[in-house]
């Protein structure tokens, strides 16, 4: 869908009537093209005292070739220096230079008064963050703090970030990104992810990156040679995972009820993929799904997308309303996935990627039954997460207001108050919500397990 506010507010007088009345300006948001690098544009790294992640994270912008920079601190140089990685002098007084990305490890804050760690690395270069730019913090999981003081201490980082990435501006996104204990090896993909246009929708957000198994990856095919099911995949969101998936290297099964076989057919020919016309609520879906992928080597990944609204406010919804919305987002997931499970449907480190929604984070009027759906399906990745085996992760995506078929139905008031909402003053597109499961998807996102990522542009409406 077109969005005609952003094409005016990007033209000459449209510049000039939005700033004046002082009405949001959306920013044309970076995304990601193939051969890019990681981060087009200078890093500023910094770090609290005595902290313990800035090897990972050099060792991160080293991989990338990210073009590094920091102030004098001797602890953060000789961390740079183990791995290879030369920092260029960065004087906090040089108010010309301009950073595509500001990382800071925070890992070393210990109590409340050392916050100002923060501050003191933020404050003089908060101007100084190129448009579409990156801030990210990377702490330790409070869970896994020492102290009771350090775990206040790191959850205070929470509210740091979300509040810089409502203030920044200029498509600028802001990211905690938190380690468990010995999980500096797994943090790779995410923070590739939190510093790539891949993440353009993405802000506000907490990632949790636990202890496993380090895979590597090509990085310009993390899918090569695996195979993914995409539910819903004839058009919007599911099109745009397909699409996605397909780029990385996977062969994407599109799965889609009957009646979309045409369009379904379509997505599949220019991915070279294959379809499967199936209804999610059928008993035997899961077997089904299982039997399709067994033809490729057996399954890697499923992305549970397929999803539908049937809005009525709680009074006036019809009982069968009420089933179908459930049936289709929540239980026809969980039975695909117990099959899975429990029938060696799932290979080794496969990846199971649920779609939730924002309003089942917040609620949202008329929406009953969806938010308790999509709120299942939260919980759904929570209680599953802990019990999967053989380096099997849950995890999903809450989006926000995305431009699709779905969000086009909406009341004109109402969409337009959706899409400016957010810290980025417009919607997301399907290939942000794509760009969201492929990361989740790849094999060195092994240490991801249990989170929900929401890529809404940080809405105001929920958490
Ligand atoms: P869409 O309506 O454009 O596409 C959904 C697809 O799912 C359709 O192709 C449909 O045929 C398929 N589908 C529906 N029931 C099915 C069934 N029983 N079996 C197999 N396929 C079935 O929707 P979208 O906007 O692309 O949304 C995709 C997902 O994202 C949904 O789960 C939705 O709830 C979620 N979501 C969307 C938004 C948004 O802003 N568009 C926001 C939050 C969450």
């Not at 087009?40 to 590094?68: P, R």
């Not at 991915?271 to 199936?278: K, N, Q, Y």
């Not at 929406?367 to 939260?378: C, E, F, H, L, M």
């Amino acid at each position: 869908m077109t969005d005609q506010y952003q094409a005016f507010a990007q033209s000459p007088i449209g510049k000039l009537l939005i700033k004046n009345l002082g009405l949001p300006s959306p920013q044309s948001l970076d995304r990601f093209e193939s051969s890019q690098p990681v981060v087009q544009g200078e890093v500023l790294l910094g770090a609290a005292a005595g902290s313990t992640l800035s090897g990972a994270i050099a060792q991160v912008l080293h991989n990338i070739h990210a073009n590094s920079y920091a102030g004098n601190n001797a602890e953060l140089q000789q961390a740079a220096a183990k791995v290879g990685l030369s920092l260029r002098a960065f004087n906090s007084g040089d108010k010309e230079s301009k950073f595509k990305a500001l990382v800071f490890d925070a890992s070393g804050i210990e109590n409340s008064e050392q916050l100002n760690e923060l501050y003191n690395f933020f404050n003089p270069v908060a101007r100084q963050v190129r448009a579409s730019g990156r801030v990210i913090v990377v702490g330790i999981s409070p869970e896994s703090a020492k102290t009771v003081k350090q775990a206040v201490a790191q959850r205070a980082l929470e509210g740091f970030v979300r509040s810089v990435g409502k203030e920044f501006k200029k498509g600028i996104t802001a990211q905690l990104i938190y380690v468990d204990q010995g999980a500096e090896d797994n943090l790779e993909s995410t923070l590739r992810f939190v510093l790539s246009p891949r993440s353009a929708y993405v802000s506000g957000q907490v990632i949790r990156v636990s202890k496993a198994d380090v895979v590597s990856v090509d990085w310009t095919k993390p899918l090569a040679g695996k195979t993914a099911v995409v539910t819903g995949a004839s058009r919007g969101i599911g099109e745009a995972i397909a699409h996605v998936l397909a780029r990385d290297g996977a062969h994407v099964i599109c799965l889609d009820v009957p009646q979309q076989q045409a369009d379904l057919d379509r997505v599949a020919s220019q991915i070279g993929g294959s379809t499967l016309a199936l209804d999610i609520t059928a008993p035997d879906a899961g077997e089904k799904i299982k039997a399709a992928a067994a033809a490729q080597g057996g399954l890697d990944v499923i992305v549970h997308n397929a999803g539908i609204t049937r809005d009525k406010t709680l009074a006036n919804m019809k009982p069968e309303l009420w089933d179908l919305v459930i049936n289709i987002n929540l239980s026809a997931a969980e039975r695909v996935n117990d099959y899975l499970l429990e029938n060696d449907g799932l290979n080794a480190n496969g990846r199971i990627i649920c779609v939730s929604s924002i309003s089942g984070i917040a609620g949202n009027l008329g929406q009953t039954n969806y938010a308790a759906s999509k709120a299942g399906v939260v919980g759904l990745v929570k209680f599953t997460a802990p019990i999967l085996k053989n380096g099997i992760t849950i995890n999903a995506v809450a989006p926000g207001f995305i431009e699709t078929q779905m969000t086009a139905a909406i009341p004109f008031a109402i969409r337009e108050a959706g899409r400016r909402m957010n810290s980025m003053s417009q919607g997301g597109q399907p290939v942000d919500v794509a760009e969201t499961i492929a990361l989740f998807a790849a094999p060195s996102s092994s240490g991801l397990n249990g989170n929900v990522v929401r890529v809404c542009g940080q809405s105001l409406i929920g958490a």
